[in-house]
């Protein structure tokens, strides 16, 4: 869009087709995000300027109504959808009419299209195209002939074609089979009827699954699936993607279709009501009986094309929409604060790496412990990791969840009973090392740490993700933390897109302390990025602290724009400007020192002292320059300057004795981490190095429609053992307190079972995610 026509969406005077496309895309998107169209309009422009999505939601409130950043993240996406649509249906029109034939009737059915599916079925019939068998049945002459069946329906077409054999048409049957071709074609291009069609099949369709013939070993793990079928429009994503995974190992075929019994027949007669009311003479019966060949050959083929694509990108949607859900959870889970620090990395026969961190994640000491065969040094890792404790002052030990993990926790357990009385036991918490890995071997780790071995620079990371989620879990990519579904088979562009959207907004709800970030979290706040993230911590390292934000210009390639969009977000503790520890942005400083000035007393008294500001009145601050939602935030920041978003710092207590899946048994309680929400239901951590599945029949004594109802990522939850299947490693939990219904009833409840596959842990890479785990755990709540 002409940037000249950017904040002039509302204008009615010297209306452009641009104007007017701009107009038309600012109702349709404050419709579906429930907001106005001048809301609308107003955030276009600034993200159309260059403002991040952070920006905008916490600092323009006023220009945009509140627009909070899931609404602009949505506006954002749809508004390039319906610019392309601008553009294609601008496109089409010039097409169209260099071509001639243009009517008025066309360009209103051009211009009322919604989406780019209708608009491209209106341009069919003029879209240059290869050459078709109707082409050469037209260069044959056998158009007339079709015209001549359509208009005399009494005659029988095998006597009308005889008038239009020539050297190029043999027999009457081919002058039929080259007017069939030209019909066929005409229906196909018809885009009133590919819009019926199209209604019915989303309305009608069924999606079947079966077995390839000799594939039922090799693909026992889409076993649900070897004669699976159900309606297409309500498909759960997690079954769809299952389904579409076995069909690319060539396990499953596929087949979307209308329903046998009468779908077809329906599907049909579409068809034929298109070539208008059909009695019963001979044309009648050929032009019926072509329809019918059309469906069968051509358009069923069409709608399988088109409707396999929605089911993909809607599936895939779903899948993204719920990684990044739980991802988000994730980041903003509970921090446990700057405190010293343990991160225990365990293995047996490589030993438990030690890392111990200080307050502020500084690598102190780094160790590896062989408590367990082939070396058996019990006493000596007990006494190692003593030593560690007391010559750091150690308040925290983050345990990694994977192999040994509880074993590893009971040494730690024996070590802190046997502590000198002057040394405080520190806090053990299990914690989630999914991709501690992939960062202990990346490119980012060898800078941070050149000298230490790849396998402890692990044990770093599981400390400091305890200390602060958020901060180190920036360092991993997304798709490696293991809270997704499926994340290999969708779309990786549209993946990565919302994953980077999810952690900037993280990012930026919590603030970042300037002198204290990594280069990966200062990437991700708003206006920044890597190279200018990178800059800011070259200058830190050279210049010391930055004792101000207004110090930030300083540095290299940091323009205005950028500190204009990142500087709200930054914090400087105990710097020269009290303010700059709060998220008040600099350019409502002013407003803030007018605000203070009121209450007669200095800013540092005011900041932290909610009583302090009880007798101000938002209203009577409010100026041409900022509007009530600013005053109402900056007397927020006033009261709790810097506040954090994220919950208080909680864990789960693991059973005493309960460390492997032989040791549950049903009616068990246990306390547990909910590692991953999935649209079936949660897994959580219960200590037994695999995660249980509480269904989501099973969430609430209440029907629950989103199991995110009722948990997230990261909460620590009560839970009942109710089926333990130890050959196959599956766990049945319930949260309800009723004590859950049978299995049988569960099974009941759930209907068609989620995807099949295995895997230790849920969204291991290359695993299959929580989805394969689902279904291998529900498959064990079964009974028969």
Not at 72 to 101: F, S
Not at 345 to 362: C, E, F, N, S
Not at 436 to 458: K, N, T
Not at 759 to 771: S, V
């Amino acid at each position: 869009m002409p940037a000249g026509l950017r904040y002039d969406w509302q204008s009615r005077k010297q209306r452009t087709p641009e104007l007017d496309a701009a107009d038309r895309i600012a109702r349709i998107i404050a419709q579906e995000i429930d907001a106005s169209p001048a809301q609308v309009a107003a955030a276009a422009g600034l993200l159309d300027g260059g403002a991040t999505v952070p920006f905008v939601a916490r600092y323009r409130k006023e220009a945009t109504g509140g627009l909070d950043d899931t609404q602009l993240r949505n506006l954002a996406e749809r508004l390039a959808y319906l610019r392309e649509l601008e553009a294609r249906r601008a496109a089409i029109l010039d097409q169209v009419k260099a071509q001639g034939k243009l009517t008025a009737d066309l360009a209103r059915a051009i211009a009322g299209a919604e989406t780019k599916a209708a608009l491209e079925d209106i341009y069919l019939p003029f879209k240059p195209k290869r050459r078709s068998k109707a082409t050469v049945a037209r260069e044959n002459g056998l158009e007339p002939l079709l015209r001549a069946i359509q208009a005399d329906r009494s005659a029988r077409p095998e006597d009308l074609a005889q008038t239009y054999l020539s050297e190029s048409v043999a027999d009457a049957k081919a002058a039929l089979d080259g007017a069939r071709d030209i019909l066929v074609e005409e229906l196909s291009e018809n885009a009133d009827l590919l819009g019926l069609l199209r209604r019915f099949m989303q309305a009608e369709a069924v999606i079947s699954a079966k077995v390839v013939a000799g594939k039922e070993q090799v693909g026992a793990k889409f076993s649900d699936y070897f004669d699976q079928s159900e309606k297409w429009a309500s498909i759960p994503a997690h079954r769809a993607l299952a389904i579409l995974r076995g069909a690319k190992e060539e396990v499953l075929t596929v087949e979307i279709a209308p329903e046998p019994e009468t779908g077809a027949a329906r599907a049909e007669g579409i068809v034929c009501a298109a070539l208008g009311r059909l009695g019963e003479g001979p044309g009648d019966a050929w032009l019926r009986k072509t329809a019918g060949w059309c469906w069968r050959v051509r358009l069923s083929n069409t709608m399988y094309i088109e409707l396999m694509a929605e089911l993909r990108a809607r599936a895939h949607a779903e899948a993204i929409r719920v990684f990044g859900r739980n991802l988000r959870d994730l980041l903003l889970a509970a921090p446990a604060g700057p405190r010293p620090t343990i991160g225990l990395d365990p293995g047996i026969r490589t030993g438990v790496k030690l890392a111990a961190v200080d307050a502020t994640g500084k690598l102190l000491e780094t160790a590896t412990l062989y408590p367990f065969p082939p070396k058996s040094d019990l006493h000596g890792a007990e006494a190692m990791l003593a030593a560690v404790i007391a010559r750091h002052g150690i308040e925290l030990i983050a345990i990694g969840n994977g192999t040994a993990s509880r074993e590893t926790e009971r040494m730690v357990a024996d070590v802190l009973k046997r502590l000198p009385a002057g040394v405080k036991p520190p806090v053990k918490v299990i914690v989630s090392e999914a991709g501690a890995s992939v960062y202990s071997a990346s490119e980012l780790a060898a800078r941070e740490f050149p000298g230490l071995d790849v396998s402890l620079r692990g044990a770093v990371s599981i400390a400091r993700r305890l200390q602060d989620p958020l901060a180190e879990l920036v360092k991993v990519p997304p798709e490696s933390i293991g809270v997704g579904q499926y994340q290999h088979d969708v779309d990786q562009r549209q993946l990565a897109k919302t994953l980077e959207a999810v952690v900037e907004d993280a990012v930026n709800a919590v603030g970042v302390d300037l002198n204290t970030a990594s280069a990966p979290l200062l990437a991700h706040v708003a206006g920044l990025g890597p190279s200018l993230a990178q800059n800011i911590v070259a200058w830190r390292d050279e210049n010391g602290a930055f004792p101000s934000r207004a110090a930030l210009k300083k540095v290299g390639g940091l323009g205005p724009r950028a500190f204009e969009q990142c500087a709200g977000f930054l914090r400087v503790r105990d710097g020269k400007e009290p303010l700059d520890a709060s998220a008040v942005h600099p350019e409502a400083y002013g407003l803030a020192r007018r605000i203070v000035a009121a209450c007669g007393r200095d800013i540092r008294q005011i900041m932290g002292q909610p009583q302090a500001l009880a007798g101000i009145r938002a209203e009577a601050f409010v100026d041409g320059s900022f509007g009530l939602p600013t005053v109402r935030d900056i007397l927020a920041e006033l009261e709790k300057p810097g506040r954090d978003p994220r919950p208080s710092f909680v864990t789960a207590s693991f059973a005493e004795g309960v460390e492997t899946i032989g040791d549950l048994r049903p009616g068990m309680v246990l306390e547990g981490t909910v590692t991953n929400v999935a649209a079936f239901g949660a897994f959580v951590d219960i200590g037994v190095h695999q995660d249980g599945l509480v269904h989501v029949s099973q969430l609430a004594d209440r029907f629950v429609k989103d199991p995110n109802e009722v948990v997230k990522v990261g909460d620590v939850v009560r839970v009942r053992v109710t089926e333990v299947d130890q050959a196959r490693k599956r766990i049945g939990l319930t949260m309800r307190k009723d004590g859950g219904a049978s299995a049988r009833e569960a099974q009941q409840a759930r209907g068609p079972k989620p995807p099949p596959g295995r895997g230790p842990k849920p969204a291991a890479p290359g695993q299959g995610g929580p989805g394969a785990l689902g279904a291998a755990l529900l498959d064990a709540l079964r009974k028969g």
